[in-house]
């Protein structure tokens, strides 16, 4: 099918998408992906995420327990574009995959299930899509099942994203007789026949015209509403014609201001050709984004999408083959050749590129070169890591990496074999250069190596992945969280002097601080992101500029480790009231260390809490199990904070601590008879029950 309503240019960059999948788990990305690549003849089988036949879903693991776990490139041609394709995760346990994903994309397919519409991590997958200004367009799948809706999943939409859709199709039948959909741009009929593999256009039969007209004029207002060309032919005519409205769609989704909203079932094949002229017509190429910004030295600089500009790539995947390491780059100046030396800004080392690779899930074909607008693998580079910059080594800049969550779930692991010990150091140090949010570190009281995360599978998946690919026998001990300190009640007008006299020039810093907390949400859970805010209102030129910075990097020093268990400190607001200084003996450094051991003070003064991560639990069970699973979560500190009915099914929804959930799964399913489910996702941390210092008064 072809939809012509996109602009053929002559540069070649144009006829580029470089699109991901973003989705809840189960929502049906994997599936999506596959239709993709099989009707656009990339493949020449459908793959099935059930049988492990999936192109994208090609790790072990990932077969086994039919979930994405590592996001897979792919690429495909449709209509004269290629179409870069990248499948990300769905489990909120793999998010920071999805996080580097969107640095490097133009666009993006969101994937909504008819039946259950905006889930959790639906939700926060399209979070952190508007954190990178990335525009998307949206496909409603699984229609075919019961209780499919599109109308709910819409509205659902609508609620809980904040955004506004504009659906261009109606859907032909409803459940098991949904056949096909009428294209309200075009108000024509599309039907597929049993398997999917081919469809048929034609007419828009006369019982569907009614609702289809009514349908193609709540399209109209809703596009006048936000287009001003649109509007201005809407109030001329009182209608738009398919070219204006196509028009309009490319530029609100480009902009942001709505979502283009399909639908289809990609398990039958239904509606996978019109997702993908959609993505074709309204997605931006890399020349409609923004040119990317880079520093160069102090100063900020832009780099255009072209090929003849010096080279900027960012490298956003590091992935360890049995034929060598696999550097991932998105290009997005100038172009990179075979064997060409390029430079790693932030390691500030030369790198050699030695062969350049289409990417295919698990197979590559190699190319001579990769030029703007590009997605690539190459090898040979030894290095860079994830977040690192390749350039050319006469016009250096460094891109902004992707953000790295911090870990929330720990465990002890160590090697069966005190033989293996090295072998596990060597294989760790792997893991983490793969999977820049997994952190590594020995725990200084007990001497165990301490491998970090954000989710109790998460860690589960990079256990097996060590005992799987290094062949070495490791063991895992029980998860522990990441627990934050946080201020209850602070102080106010805290002293502290720094003073050294050891021979030579001293030390002198004189520091007065106030300490309160930061606010925190209305249901008592905080942002870790937000933990510390200082300010100085001192006056008269009583402290350099320099000495208060200095205070600033000292309380921030401070942060790293709490008095109630030696916990990173969240939530803080410093204020720097007064202070003095020695005109031989104070120095940046002196009033660093001043405040560094005042804000210590201040916490042994204040009445401090211990916070533990929160997550939001969506649990989705049998109507015979609701009071089992309800008095389960309760016992779990959980608190329930939505209860709903969905076709046979209870949908509950509880904040529940991280640490309670260990195990649930099973548990979960032992109370459901294995028809149960849950997911969840990161909200906050939350003030642990009864965890509060005893407040101390200041000398």
């Known amino acids: 099918m072809r939809t012509d309503l996109h602009r053929h240019d002559t540069d070649p960059l144009t006829a580029v998408r470089n699109v991901g999948i973003l989705a809840h788990v189960d929502a049906g990305k994997t599936t999506v992906t596959e239709r993709i690549l099989y009707i656009t003849g990339a493949t020449y089988k459908r793959g099935e995420v059930h049988d492990g036949t999936t192109v994208t879903d090609f790790d072990v693991q990932e077969r086994e327990r039919g979930i994405t776990i590592s996001a897979a ?30 640095r490097v994309l133009d666009g993006a397919i969101a994937v909504f299930d008819a039946v259950a519409g905006v889930e959790p991590q639906s939700e926060s997958v399209w979070r952190q899509a508007d954190r990178h200004g990335v525009p998307r367009i949206a496909f409603v799948n699984k229609l075919d099942r019961a209780g499919a809706d599109l109308d709910t999943a819409v509205e659902s939409m609508r609620r809980r994203l904040d955004t506004v859709p504009m ?24 039907t597929w026949r049993e398997g999917g593999d081919t469809y048929a256009e034609g007419p828009v039969p006369v019982e569907l015209r009614e609702e289809a007209r009514r349908r193609r004029r709540l399209l109209e207002e809703t596009v006048a509403q936000l287009h001003p060309g649109a509007l ?45 002229d959609a993505v074709v017509a309204y997605l931006p190429s890399p020349l409609d984004v923004p040119a990317v910004r880079g520093a160069v030295g102090d100063d900020e600089q832009e780099r255009a999408c072209d090929p003849a500009a010096p080279l900027a790539a960012l490298v956003f995947k590091v992935q360890a083959t049995p034929r060598g390491r696999l550097t991932y780059l998105r290009v997005y100046s100038g172009t990179v050749h075979r064997g060409e030396a390029v430079w790693d800004a932030g390691a500030r080392r030369t790198e050699r590129i030695g062969r350049i690779l289409r990417v295919q899930a698990d197979r590559h074909t190699e190319v001579e070169r990769a030029v703007a607008g590009d997605i690539v693998a190459v090898a040979g580079v030894k290095a860079a890591r994830s977040g690192a910059t390749l350039c050319a080594p006469d016009a250096p800049v460094v891109l902004e990496p992707p953000t790295v969550a911090e870990p929330v779930v720990s465990v002890a692991v160590e090697a069966r074999r005190n033989a293996d010990s090295a072998r596990l150091v060597s294989a760790l140090a792997r893991l983490v250069e793969e999977d820049p949010s997994l952190v590594v570190r020995t725990d200084r009281e007990s001497g165990q190596t301490v491998l970090s995360g954000m989710g109790e599978l998460h860690l589960e998946v990079a256990v097996e992945k060590i005992r799987r690919a290094h062949g070495l026998e490791v063991g895992a001990g029980r998860p522990q969280v990441a627990y934050r300190e946080t201020v209850s009640r602070g102080v106010s007008g805290l002293v502290y002097r720094h003073v050294k006299q050891e021979g030579g020039a001293g030390q002198f810093a004189h520091v007065v601080i106030d300490v309160r907390p930061l606010p925190v949400a209305q249901d008592g859970t905080c942002d870790g992101a937000a933990d510390f805010v200082f300010r100085s209102v001192v006056t008269g030129g009583r402290l350099p500029r320099d000495y208060v910075q ?32 020695h005109p031989k003996d104070s120095s940046p450094m002196a009033f660093r260390t001043a405040g560094r051991f005042a804000l210590r003070a201040a916490f042994r003064a204040s009445v401090m809490a211990l916070l533990e991560p929160v997550v939001e639990v969506t649990a989705t069970v049998p109507e015979d199990a609701v009071g089992g699973v309800l008095g389960d979560l309760a016992a779990r500190r959980g608190q329930i904070s939505a209860s709903a009915m969905r076709s046979g099914t209870a949908v509950v929804t509880a904040t529940v601590p991280l640490a309670e959930l260990f195990g649930y799964a099973s548990q979960l399913r032992g109370r459901t008879q294995g028809r149960g489910t849950f997911t969840s996702r990161a909200t906050g941390y939350a003030p642990v029950p009864g965890a509060v210092s005893d407040q101390v008064v200041p000398r």
């Open 167 to 190: 659906v261009v199709q109606l859907p032909v039948g409803r459940e098991d007789a949904f056949t096909g959909v009428v294209d309200l741009i075009r108000m024509r009929l599309l």
């Open 232 to 276: 201005e032919e809407f109030c001329d005519g009182s209608a738009l014609s398919a070219g204006t409205l196509a028009g309009a769609l490319r530029d609100l989704t480009r902009s942001g201001e709505g979502v283009v909203v399909l639908c289809g079932s990609a398990y039958r094949n239904r509606g996978v050709e019109p997702l993908l």
């Open 550 to 581: 200095a205070v600033e990097a000292g309380c921030r020093d401070a942060l790293s480790e709490g008095p109630l268990g030696g916990h990173r400190v969240t939530g803080v607001q410093v204020t720097l009231t007064d202070g003095s200084t």
């Open 73 to 102: 490139a792919v690429g495909c041609a449709w209509d004269g574009h290629r179409i870069n394709l990248i499948d990300t995760p769905g489990h909120v346990d793999f998010a920071d995959e999805v996080e580097r994903s969107l």
